[in-house]
């Protein structure tokens, strides 16, 4: 299998977790893998009150999955956010929005081995 379908596997498991943690939490999952014209945005998730906007980043083994949302990636995940909330689709108006971060950890047979949920993380 080419290394981009593989990263394109690993980041999908990653965000099927991610969207079963939030669903846990009492969310429903409005959006997943929103295209914006400034990148694709993982997760949008609502509670009934809070609109939800997710970066989920999985990595596996040992690795921390936080090594890649450096500053550049959380201002284009705020840009993207933006787009989002500024877009015509049918979408929540609830009162609050918050940005997330989900970080997920799989061993190497793309089994749980950590997930961090990061609220307001951006």
């Given amino acids: 299998m080419p290394k981009n379908d593989l990263r394109q596997r690993l980041g999908r498991t990653g965000e099927t977790y991610a969207a079963e943690h939030l669903e846990r939490l009492g969310y429903a999952i ?5 295209r914006t014209r400034h990148g694709e945005i993982d997760l949008v998730a609502c509670d009934g009150h809070t609109l939800v906007i997710c970066e989920v980043k999985t990595r596996r083994g040992t690795g921390s999955p ?3 949302l450096h500053d550049r990636k ?3 995940v705020r840009r993207m956010a933006s787009a989002y909330l500024a877009g015509d689709h049918d979408r929540p108006r609830v009162p609050a929005v918050r940005i997330d971060a989900i970080g997920v950890v799989l061993d190497s047979r793309d089994r749980l081995v950590r997930l961090e949920h990061l609220e307001g993380a951006m």
């Fill in 30 to 34: 409005v959006a997943r893998n929103h």
């Fill in 74 to 76: 959380r201002r284009q």
């Fill in 66 to 68: 936080w090594d890649s």
